[in-house]
């Protein structure tokens, strides 16, 4: 750590130079734990000042003269993006740049840049109040096989966040503690001794407890599945965590076919290997209650859950008549339905509410693999929100992305898998088995036509269970 008088003029300097662009203001603020603070930092306007960007870069190069030990460095999305780009620009370092969530098409990579297996790389941030942030992006690089131990960001806000960051084995170095901050603007007058004891006060008072955030703070992504089941409020979740521990798979079936006596060959072939068993069952030809009752008797047999994916999408009386009355009489025979969340959670209060099968859960489509979707983030955001409501009904969630990571009550069920990553003309999208697992997060991977239009579906179906498996149980050791 540089430790001249010269480095320290400059650092206050800088400092001083942060209050006059308003990115120190002082008031009433929330921060992101949400706690309230009498400071706040926008180091985000420091992109709209290119000579203040280049000295920040080189006072934080000069803090660490060790910096050309790492192989990469990585910015956490999204004020410190710049300063990471700058600092590698002048460095000559390479760096790496962490997505908050994965793409659906392209690479689809949470990591973007080049890197190698077993890199070390230097996490660089701006603000660290708990350390959360940065532990977000350990975690996805730790999933690429990145080393990270270290990070070093421009303020430390002294409420307890490199203690969490030690506790989780990553040192912290930090450009400028908070009081070292106050210190260099009631020296240059910017600040009154009043509003120096006010954060002073506030800094005593409102440490982040790093213990309790640790204890707290689940991931349903490093969690067998066992361990989830008394988190679920649902009774098919809970069954169907039981289900795949027991026989260790996460493979669901898409049994899109037409002809009744295919179905049923399907599922005896393929029912030791599946713990869903996935119908459109309006496409059926020769659909009748004796081939309900052969569904049925082959699902008990095997232990697998049958789930119409019917996506059901009107209004709630309408949708309660479909799930339970007509030719089909869903609610009699298929603990697990899909639905959308498009005309609100009526359609969820009537599925519930309909007569049928005691057991009874819901996988609500909160996203999906055909390109050119208008779903947006929005609409994500609400159906989560509107699932979780209904814990009791809802199963969990159709999605493409690491969603609700922090509710491992619920299951995210993924569609579009298949062995070759690519699609089907009509819009369809894939994704690899290894993908659709460590990358988007999914508990339930749905694959189709790669097993029902195999040689061998028996065959095809072992081949994606060992391979999704394995990928969950590297998913959950990391």
Known sequence: ???????????????????????????????????????????????????????????????????????????????????????????????????????????????????????????????????????????????????????????????????????NGIKMHALLTMTQLMKFLKEADCVTDETCQKVADYLKASQVDASVLNKTKLDRLKMPYEERISHSSNAIAKRLFKIMSEKKTNLCIAADLTDAAEILNLAEAVGPHVCLFKTHIDIVEGFSEVFVKNLKSIAEKHNFVLFEDRKFADIGKTCQLQYSKGVYGVSSWAPLVTAHSLTGSGVLEALEQAEGLAERGVFVLAECSAKGSLIDDKYVKATVAMGVEKKSLVTGFVCQSKLFVEQPGFVQLTPGVQLGSSGDGLGQQYNTPEAVMLERGADVAVVGRGITKASNPAAAAVEYKKLLWDSYLKRISN
């Open 1 to 167: 750590m540089a430790s001249s008088k010269c480095y320290e003029d400059r650092l206050k300097a800088f400092a001083v130079e942060l209050y006059k662009i308003n990115a120190v203001k002082f008031g009433e603020y929330k921060t992101k734990v949400g706690l309230m603070t009498p400071v706040y930092c926008d180091l985000r306007v420091i992109v709209s000042y290119p000579k203040l960007m280049g000295v920040l870069a080189d006072l934080i190069i000069e803090s660490m003269p060790h910096m050309k030990d790492f192989d990469i460095v990585c910015g956490v999305p999204y004020t410190a993006l710049p300063i990471a780009t700058t600092i590698s620009y002048k460095v000559d370092l390479p760096m790496v740049m962490r997505r908050k969530e994965a793409k659906d098409y392209g690479t689809k990579k949470l990591i973007e840049g080049f890197y190698k297996d077993n890199d070390t790389c230097l996490i660089i941030e701006d603000v660290v109040t708990s350390g959360s942030s940065i532990l977000e992006t350990v975690k996805d690089l730790t999933a690429a096989n990145i080393q990270t131990t270290e990070a070093v960001v421009l303020l430390n806000r002294e409420q307890g966040g490199e203690k969490l960051l030690k506790d």
